[in-house]
């Protein structure tokens, strides 16, 4: 009997110092959490459309066919940061500091920083020098370096990478024929036009003129109107010859330039006096206005 309750009180001190027993009879050790590490800050550039943080490409495409050529689009970015968000009256200053950029001033730009998520939009090119109007970088790695500023105060500063890609494209682009009615003389619009020809155009959609000819008229010189529009006779004077014309007459000539019409504003009999200069390919018309006579153009719809 005294061994049997020896044999439990030192199962029972044996309890007390282990911390108790487990459902199946053994003790189980104390753990202790380990410590939650902590999240790097996001830092860097945020591209529109795009969910990784300073990745991106910027597309360049290369035009062939009839209408060659290249054009590399521009990207939207916004900086942003975890460690220091935006605030009132805070703008951001970011530099590329990237090796391979050229030019005394390294590529920058100062954007707004005071509310939202990020800074104000930036436009971002590819570019070996500083530019006012776009963020230069260079295809692949780019170091950057910036300034967070309250007013005059600068309240954080650091640096990031982002990589940014070359990305390529080609298209076929080729040229149209274009048929349109046009005034002989392309200085002159069609609304006082007195030459309007059919014209046919080989062209690329940039604008570039490949091939281009005149349908009824190959003339290198232009059909002017001059048109008596007043309730009197007018005598005129077109490089010395002389013309009268009744009201409501009109008169054509040809022309390669600009030529001189005399007339006198306010006397049919007497010396021309007054001279205009009248585009060639033009329609003018004499009118009057109060007691005197000008020459002035004479639209299509103003009948």
Known sequence: MRHSIFAISCLTLSTLLTG??????????????????????????????ESTLNSTQIVETEYVG??????????????????????????????????????????????????????????????????SKRLRVLPGVNEFDYEIRERDRVIDSGKFSANIEKATRQITRNAQWYNEEVCANSSVSNNVCADLRQRRQFRCSTGKVLQSYFESDDSPSYRTLISNQTNKSIRLSIDGDLYRLESGESVRVRRRSSFEVRYNPTCQTCELTHSNYVEAGKRVKFRQQNSRIELVDYPRDDY
């Open 20 to 49: 108790g027993l487990t459902t199946g009879g053994l003790a189980q050790p104390s753990t202790v959490p380990a410590a939650r590490s902590g999240l790097s800050d996001e830092i860097g550039w945020e591209f529109v459309g």
């Open 66 to 131: 009839d209408c060659p050529g290249s054009e590399i689009e521009t990207k939207e970015a916004r900086f942003t940061s975890s460690k220091t968000p935006t605030g009132d009256r805070r703008r951001v200053l970011v530099r590329n500091t990237t090796r391979g950029l050229t030019g005394d001033t390294m590529p920058f730009t100062n954007r707004e920083y005071d509310k939202g998520r990020s800074s104000e939009a930036t436009k971002m090119e590819f570019g070996t020098s500083h530019s």
